[in-house]
């Protein structure tokens, strides 16, 4: 047993960015077992997928088409079915709602340990040393995993895999037991906010409290039109109601990897840093040199947002 096997995530018709990230996890486990890299793509228009996983590093892709849309018996059949023909040393996840969904019944069927949330994988011999966060962030930990098992990853923990693969795509005839499939998609309903995706923005213009009060915000919303950014926030911000949870950074909000962060009056709390800290260019606007955020920014603006702001929308307009 020294194979991988990871699973791609699609919501809607589209591929999650975390597809590309799992391969990059799953590629580093398979050269540390000496093994090989297999992907497996259920459900949806699993051709297409197969297509768009197929880059360098995958040995392997199964598809397994049925349904459209992610359901938790099809996800949990596919994957153990999977699992028997294959025999891989190590079972990946994305650690998202779907994954969180499936992975752990996965582990249950095939009575395998379980490691949720991993931010870092390797191996030593026979054991899978998972590194994860505890604390809200404050301190990470490594668990030892003996044997074969299953993880689930951290979106943008990992980079993305990038150039054109030559793996075998193969239809996997996994068997569904219709009887067995106990729950149904029957729509899909964003939470508030329209369909924004914050994890997506190439340009987020991030508020914290330091705005103050509601009435302030449309200072950030101009700044954000005048730079075609997507406006996100901290946590105060949404626990007061003044922005969507879906715009929401964190730890306990969305992990967000834009080429730009503008973090305006957000002190740099590890539970938001833990969302926003793969931005390839953190720019931060705070009154306070001292802050968190300014031992992870790249370009500091040490002054008042409400001077700041205005003449930054000014400048770019
Ligand atoms: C379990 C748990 C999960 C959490 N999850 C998240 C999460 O997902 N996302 C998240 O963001 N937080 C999360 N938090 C909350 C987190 O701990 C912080 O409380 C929060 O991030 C602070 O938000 P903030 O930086 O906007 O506010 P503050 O910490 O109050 O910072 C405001 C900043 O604005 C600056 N400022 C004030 N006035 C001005 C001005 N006029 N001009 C410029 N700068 C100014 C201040 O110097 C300060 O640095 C979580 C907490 C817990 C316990």
Redesign the pocket.
Known sequence: MTDVLAVTDHRRGELRDVSYEIITAGRQLADETGGDLHLAVVSGTVDDFAEKVNREGVDAIHTVDYGEEFNHDVYTQAITQLYDDLAPQYVLAPNSVNGLDYAPAVATELDLPIVTDTIGLETDGDTLIATREMY?GKVETTNELEGPAVATIRSAEWPQAEGTGDASIETFDATIDEDAIGSTVNGFEEVGGGDVDISEADVLVS??????EEDNLPLIEELADALGATVS?????VDNGWLPKNR??????KVVTPDVYIA?????????V??MKGSDTIVA????PN?P?MDIADYAIV????D?VPALTEEFQ
Do not use: C, K, M
Request: no cysteine; charged share 15%; net charge negative.
């Open positions: 809200g508020v914290g409290r330091g705005i103050e926030s901290s946590r105060p911000i929401q950074v964190g730890q306990s909000g305006i009056g957000i002190s740099g709390a590890v539970q938001h833990a969302g606007i705070n009154t306070d802050a955020i002054d008042d947002l409400f700041v």
